[in-house]
């Protein structure tokens, strides 16, 4: 089973997910997987494709946001908040380290809660995002 990182009750986070996590992934209460790695960014990771047929047919909602690793722009951050909105909760996002997920999820949170409040969540569930305070000050 993947390591699943708490941010909030709404929402976690997690490395790489296989298509044999998705049945705990399940099980551990989750109703939305998000999944935020490009198709092909790595040899070992399963299509997303296939992981949203598991999904599927496990009854899990899936979406399909992907962010490329180190270019993440606003439209990424609309689009996962959307995703967020758009389904049932609590949503488990993965990409490969956990790290762009807590990102796209910071980025949704600013405005709504201070930056302190932000980086100690992210740090907490084991993210360094301290890096973004200035992005999350502006809100």
Same mark, same amino acid.
Do not use: H, K
């Given at each position: 089973m993947a390591d699943i990182r708490t941010l909030t009750p709404e929402i976690a986070v997690a490395p790489q997910l296989r298509i044999e996590d998705l049945a705990a992934v399940k099980e551990a209460g989750f109703k939305t997987v998000i999944n935020n790695r490009p198709d092909g960014e790595s040899m070992d990771q399963p299509p997303g494709a296939a992981l949203e047929a598991e999904a599927k047919r496990l #009854?899990?909602? @899936?979406? @399909? &946001? $992907? &962010? &490329?690793?180190?270019?993440?722009?606003?439209?990424? &951050?609309? !689009? +996962?908040?959307?995703? %967020?909105?758009?389904?049932?909760? $609590? /949503?488990? /996002? +993965?990409?490969?380290?956990?790290?762009?997920? /807590?990102?796209?999820? /910071?980025?949704?949170? !600013? *405005?709504?809660?201070? $930056?302190?409040?932000? %980086?100690?969540?992210? *740090?907490?569930?084991? @993210?360094?995002?301290?890096?973004?305070? $200035? @992005?999350?000050?502006? #809100?």
């Open positions: #009854g899990l909602d @899936y979406r @399909y &946001v $992907p &962010v &490329v690793s180190g270019a993440m722009t606003m439209d990424d &951050v609309t !689009a +996962f908040d959307a995703a %967020l909105s758009e389904t049932e909760g $609590p /949503a488990l /996002a +993965f990409c490969r380290s956990g790290t762009r997920s /807590a990102t796209l999820w /910071a980025f949704t949170q !600013a *405005g709504a809660r201070s $930056p302190d409040e932000i %980086l100690t969540i992210a *740090g907490n569930a084991g @993210y360094d995002l301290s890096g973004m305070r $200035p @992005y999350l000050q502006r #809100g």
